[in-house]
């Protein structure tokens, strides 16, 4: 995943890095446990965008 934040230009592939798979993370258990989803796969990738976005 630091190779690929590296590749977009990410400096602090690090923390990046965790954010993203902390996201990760809470996204697989709401996705196992919560009732929609669709939902659940359009808010993480505006969460991801977020965090990329800001490490820009």
């Not at 995943?1 to 890095?17: C, F, N, S, W």
């Amino acid at each position: 995943m630091k190779d690929l934040l590296g590749e977009l230009g990410i400096h602090d592939r690090d923390a990046v890095a965790d954010q993203l798979i902390m996201l990760r993370d809470g996204g697989m258990v709401t996705g196992y446990l919560g009732p929609n989803p669709a939902a659940l796969a359009n808010t993480l990738l505006q969460a991801t965008r977020a965090v990329l976005d800001g490490a820009r």
